[in-house]
């Protein structure tokens, strides 16, 4: 078989590598207990999950280049190594400092080896289908929590919050070190093949490759970068808050809480999935803006409502989150070229780590300050008001006129 008919091979592997690395979906259930085992307030304990989220986006930056150096096999699997090594060092957490370099930095290390390149290496891997690629691989990751959520929370009861540490450090070492050696290069000549035999839609215009240093020149660059942070920013709220949200806003218990988690990953995930496939049909910005559009109404509808209908509120935004996260390759690839994809992407990717720090942090903030969630809610709305209007500035600009580098 030649390279094009084992890619779904090779992007099993990437698969599975990322669902052992969305431990952080399931960062919700940990929280109140941390609070306890710990004994720190809300504000303290979450900043642990904002400092896993700015590690994991920031590092790529300065590490992903290295992939080109020792393979993307090789980088993998030194991610994997501190991956696991951090979430083993976490079962020795006895105060907050210590958890925010283990689980904080350490973990977000492992993480900021695995997620980026693992999305830039799907995306190479279907030229042809970004979209749908970067959704599966995002719907994978994304569906962390589904798995490990529930397991966590079990255990927790039984052995202590601690221990769960060491018990995902054990499962992901069995799961990823085989996993890695699914993972192959994708040889030189790929695309141009692909695109020689017609099989990448012109429309994507993969024309101009640029290198990160050109990309940093565009204003197309800056503009993506601020796009992408409103529309994540979302999400990360609700994924980093929605047990303690389910807890105090519904009076629903911790078991009760952890099965909606578990049900916020899957529409997490399947949003991943079925945007990915939508943007490859109807455009990323289009697509954007639509979900812009239902995360500012389903915010105002949290500030209004509650039961059942404020459920469906916080299933429909876990859903606008996870098309937003699979946005974030197929438009770096469509803006910036497919050639240095890998070293690009990261940069891309620190708009992620900026929402880790608005999302998760706001909703902190005014949860301490106010007693509620309301404002933080009508805040996102806003904020998703403003994310409309800049990807329908970017929209009208790739309409108007190829992007061009700022002459310095």
């Not at 710990?38 to 590490?63: E, M, N, R, Y």
């Not at 976490?90 to 977000?108: P, R």
């Not at 990823?176 to 429309?203: E, Y």
Request: proline fraction near 3%; hydrophobic fraction near 55%; glycine fraction near 10%.
């Amino acid at each position: 078989m030649n390279f094009e008919e084992k890619r779904w091979r090779y992007m099993a592997g990437a698969m599975l590598l990322a669902l052992c690395s969305g431990i952080g979906y399931a960062w919700s259930v940990f929280q109140k207990p941390l609070m306890e085992n710990l004994g720190c307030d809300l504000k303290s304990i979450s900043l642990t999950f904002t400092i896993q989220i700015l590690i994991s986006t920031i590092a790529p930056v300065f590490l992903g280049r290295f992939q080109n150096v020792i393979g993307v096999a090789n980088y993998l699997r030194i991610g994997i190594a501190v991956y696991v090594l951090g979430l083993f060092a976490t079962m020795f957490a006895g105060s907050i400092v210590y958890l925010y370099i283990v689980y904080g930095v350490v973990v977000g290390i492992g993480i900021a080896m695995l997620y980026p390149s693992l999305m830039a290496y799907s995306t190479s891997l279907f030229p042809d289908k970004t979209g749908l690629a970067s959704g599966i691989l995002a719907c994978s990751y994304g569906s962390g929590a589904i798995f490990w959520a529930p397991i966590a929370t079990f255990f927790m009861q039984r052995y202590g919050v601690l221990s769960v540490f060491g018990l995902f450090a054990a499962i992901f070492s069995v799961a990823m070190i085989p996993a890695s050696f699914l993972i192959k290069k994708v040889p030189d000549d790929f695309i141009a093949k692909m695109g020689k035999a017609g099989k990448i839609n012109t429309d994507n215009a993969f024309v101009t490759d640029y290198t990160w240093r050109e990309m940093l020149k565009t204003s197309t660059y800056y503009l993506l970068v601020m796009a992408l942070t409103l529309g994540t920013a979302a999400g990360l709220m609700i994924m980093g808050h929605a047990s303690t949200i389910l807890q105090e806003v519904l009076n629903f218990p911790a078991s009760k809480a952890a099965l909606l988690v578990g049900l916020f990953s899957i529409f997490n995930s399947l949003g991943r999935l079925i945007f990915g496939f939508v943007s490859d049909r109807f455009g990323r910005y289009n697509t954007m803006m639509f979900l812009f559009a239902v995360i500012g109404g389903a915010m105002l509808l949290l500030t209004k409502t509650s039961g059942i209908i404020f459920v469906v509120a916080l299933l429909v935004i876990s859903s606008c989150y996870g098309g937003f996260t699979s946005m974030f390759s197929p438009v770096c690839a469509e803006n910036f070229g497919l050639k240095n994809l890998a070293v690009n992407y990261p940069f891309l990717y620190v708009a992620y780590g900026l929402a880790g720090t608005i999302g998760p942090q706001l909703a902190a903030r005014i949860k301490t300050a106010s007693g509620g969630y309301d404002l933080a809610f009508f805040t996102v709305a806003v904020m998703s008001a403003v994310g409309f209007i800049v990807v329908l500035f970017l929209k009208a600009k790739k309409n108007a006129t190829k992007i061009k580098p700022i002459q310095c």
